[in-house]
């Protein structure tokens, strides 16, 4: 049977990460209040903002700056988007 959590951003509870997905505290914060779902959802938000912003993963403030963004799209508050990128299913 697959683990759940209570997952922060969809306020309810989902299928959890199978590990957590960054090293540390975060980590393991992100392993017990995110579900997979959640997670995916980051990881296409972030590839947006990767791509279109030209972000390089070398650069530390790139790498700040995408940390901020989770947090701020796991929580639910207004994060960054794509520039012309328009959701189409409400988020």
């Not at 700040?64 to 929580?75: P, S, T």
Request: with cysteine.
């Amino acid at each position: 049977m697959a683990r759940t959590v209570f997952c922060k951003y969809f306020k309810e509870e989902l299928e959890g990460l199978d590990r957590p997905p960054l090293p540390g505290p975060k980590g393991q914060e992100l392993f017990e209040q995110v579900s997979k779902k959640a997670w995916q959802a980051w990881q296409a938000e972030q590839t947006m903002l990767i791509n279109e912003k030209q972000l390089s993963l070398m650069d530390p403030e790139a790498r700040k700056y995408l940390q901020e963004q989770m947090d701020k799209f796991l929580a639910g508050e207004g994060h960054d988007r794509a520039e012309g990128f328009v959701p189409t299913d409400g988020n």
